[in-house]
Nanobody, 123 residues
Framework: VQLQASGGGLVQVGDSLRLSCEYS????????IGWFRQAPGKERDFVTTISWSGGTTYYADSVKGRFTVSRDNAKNTVYLQMNNLKPQDTAVYFC?????????????????WGKGTLVTVSS
């Protein structure tokens, strides 16, 4: 299983950005896909996750109402639409896959990690 996040960049406060996570692997379409982020000097935190069918999502309180996760299994891609970005959203964003992510929302529930993409929100 492989996951590759992309779409990060430098934006201003209030801007929007869309991250993509391309995934591949024999069983990946049955995995929940999630996004985590890690700010400098901090632990890796849960952001959001989406079920393998795309029908169920879960968000951290800090991003609820601003971020939207979606999934297109035909394109093997999960998207993270981030609106109204704030300086505290600055972090490296990682996509991850795990069969228990929707239930547990923690790094320990991740079976596969992708490489991250840096998002910097400038004030």
């Amino acid at each position: 299983v492989q996951l590759q996040a992309s779409g990060g960049g430098l934006v201003q406060v209030g801007d929007s950005l869309r991250l993509s996570c391309e995934y591949s692997g024999r069983t990946i379409s049955r995995e929940d896909i999630g996004w985590f982020r890690q700010a400098p000097g901090k632990e890796r935190d849960f952001v959001t996750t989406i079920s393998w069918s795309g029908g169920t999502t879960y968000y951290a309180d800090s991003v609820k109402g601003r971020f939207t996760v979606s999934r297109d299994n035909a394109k093997n891609t999960v998207y993270l639409q981030m609106n109204n970005l704030k300086p505290q959203d600055t972090a490296v964003y990682f996509c991850a896959a795990g069969s228990r992510l929707l239930l547990l929302h923690v790094p320990d529930a991740v079976d596969y990690w992708g490489k991250g993409t840096l998002v910097t929100v400038s004030s």
